[in-house]
């Protein structure tokens, strides 16, 4: 009698707890669901916005660069130098004017100080601006200020001034522990390209606040990445779990991994993949 009871028992409370189990594991697929699609959803929002703020932060970079190009001495002397070295020197002095020395365009730099004249006014007016360098049409060297962290890229001068707008070159970590994005914008004088500025700009005020999203929550960050050669991506900020990912992880351009093709199209994508850690995630 008391087995039969047991078992009554057991069966009426499987009858009765099965159902609820049943419900319980349905309900937390639809609270997973939910879930997952809310963190998506987020993500997509996240990426768009900060996609937007870099942009405005690189055509704030750009307004910038365009006004100190366009600085009556920069117009001068560049035309000036230019004109001497392909045989048309100009009537007058180069130079010799509002505290400038007389520049002698055979000089091997002969712009260094219009350099750091510049390199003072964009500091002046709180750009974040590294170093400076003048070039010519070609990307031909004339000039730099002390702080430049590389040689100024020729490709990256020449390319401004053939296109009549701004170049980007590739950021990269200055031996002072600063990041850097070099860029170039034609110099334009009696409307006709003479050269370039070439300029490196701190990189910090566009990527600070991407790493910044890792203090959401316990395991959430956010990257910046540029191309390389190759077709690979390169990290160009700290991952969260990995201080050192900056200027130096790399993934390969045969690597189908997200953060590669992020440079491969300009929507945004959300998907599941491993992370560079290889835990599962949502990216």
């Given amino acids: ?59 704030r970079y750009e307004e910038g660069a365009d ?3 366009a600085g009556a001495h920069v117009r001068g002397f560049t035309r000036g130098v230019t004109a001497a070295r392909a045989g048309r020197p100009p009537a007058g002095v180069i130079g010799d004017v509002d505290g400038f ?58 390319g401004a001034a053939a296109a009549g707008e701004p170049r980007y070159g590739t950021a990269y970590m200055s031996s002072g522990g600063d990041s850097r994005l070099p860029m170039a914008v034609p110099i334009v004088s009696d409307d006709e390209i003479v050269g370039s500025l070439f300029l490196e700009m701190h990189l910090g005020p566009v990527t600070g606040p991407v790493v910044a999203h890792e203090g959401f929550a ?13 077709g690979g ?29 992020s440079l491969a199209s300009p929507a945004v994508q959300v998907v599941r993949s491993p992370d560079y850690r290889q835990v599962d995630s949502i990216l």
Avoid: C, K
């Fill in 67 to 69: 006004s100190l190009a």
């Fill in 233 to 261: 991506a390169q990290f160009i900020t700290p991952a969260r779990f990995d201080e050192d990912a900056a200027f130096i992880r790399e993934v390969g351009g045969d690597s189908p991994v997200p953060l590669r093709q």
């Fill in 101 to 158: 020395a007389a520049v002698n365009p055979a000089a091997p730099a002969p712009l260094n100080e219009l350099s750091e004249r510049v390199l003072d006014r964009a500091m002046a007016a709180g750009l974040h601006v590294a170093a400076v360098a003048v070039l010519d049409r070609d990307g031909g060297y004339l000039g730099g200020s002390s702080s430049l962290g590389a040689v100024p890229n020729a490709d990256v001068g020449a």
């Fill in 1 to 59: 009698m008391r087995v039969s009871v047991r078992t009554s028992v057991v069966l009426w409370l499987g009858v009765v707890l099965l159902p609820v189990l049943a419900a319980s594991a349905f309900a937390l697929v639809l609270v997973e669901g939910h879930l997952s699609e809310r963190i998506e959803r987020d993500l997509a929002n996240t990426a768009r916005l900060e996609a937007i703020r870099i942009d405005n932060a690189l055509d």
């Fill in 218 to 230: 316990e395991s959430s960050e956010a990257h910046v990445a540029q191309p390389v050669a190759g």
